[in-house]
């Protein structure tokens, strides 16, 4: 579905590799708590299957906080977030956040879009209506990098923008795979919708990718064998004394 894929967060961590899954509304329950400690240790305890932690321990300077892990594995995260990028925009969140703002008021939709577009030093954000007619526009002037043209949901963005704060960068690879927001560590992936502009695009990748593999095939039978050139053996050859 449209939406958030993932957040990461980069944190300094001097021992080994460890892995924990806890389930979110868990965390939300300390969240205040973690927010006064003046000083936090977080232990990974236990070791079950994979590697996986058993539990998550966080120590600050007055309680401690036990959470016990999920019995089942996430996916491995590093295969979701893309590798290169065609398009990048350096943007401030809080003047982005009040376009996006604007533009949700003159879109009745539930979970309107926001049409992305980075172009030559600009970020231009518009408001499609369900006939794809752009109904509302802004643009914000920034450092960019390559051009691409997707669609997001505009509260999804909000969100992505929101959690970040300040100057982030935003990278794109294509208009139907995932949108990266970053800043100083902390990534957010957001799920593109499939706007005509984004399934044409996806289309016509496609379509180049099926024409690879006949023409890699027809080549491979094409290709003659090198000749060999003629062993010599040895003959044996009797003969009377």
Do not use: W
């Not at 021992?15 to 990974?44: G, S, W, Y």
């Not at 994979?50 to 019995?71: G, H, I, K, P, W």
Request: charged share 25%; aromatic share 6%; proline share 5%.
């Amino acid at each position: 579905s449209d939406g958030i894929g993932m957040a990461i967060n980069s944190l300094p961590f001097d021992e080994q590799e460890a892995k924990a899954l806890v389930p979110r509304d868990d965390l939300r329950a300390i969240v205040n708590v973690l927010r006064r400690a003046k000083r936090l240790k977080v232990v990974f305890d236990g070791k079950g299957e994979e590697s996986y932690s058993s539990a998550l321990v966080f120590m600050t300077d007055l309680v401690q906080y036990r959470l016990e892990c999920a019995n089942y594995r996430f996916p491995d995260y590093r295969k979701q977030l893309p590798t290169s990028h065609v398009a990048i925009a350096h943007i401030d969140t809080v003047e982005t956040a009040r376009a996006i703002n604007a533009l949700k008021a003159i879109n009745a939709i539930k979970d309107y879009a926001v049409d992305l577009v980075i172009d030559e030093n600009r970020l231009v954000l518009a408001s499609p209506d369900e006939k794809e007619t752009t109904i509302g526009e802004h643009v914000i002037p920034c450092e960019t990098e390559g051009t691409i043209d997707m669609r997001l949901v505009g509260s999804y963005l909000t969100t992505a923008l929101r959690l970040c704060g300040g100057m982030v960068d935003i990278t794109a690879t294509k208009p139907y795979q995932n949108l990266m927001v970053k800043q100083n560590g902390f990534t957010v992936l957001l799920m593109p919708q499939m706007s005509n502009k984004a399934k044409a695009v996806y289309e016509a990748d496609q379509k180049a990718k099926e024409a690879e593999v006949p023409a890699k095939l027809k080549g491979e039978q094409t290709t003659e064998p090198k000749s060999k050139k003629p062993v010599k053996t040895a003959v044996a050859v009797a003969t009377k004394a």
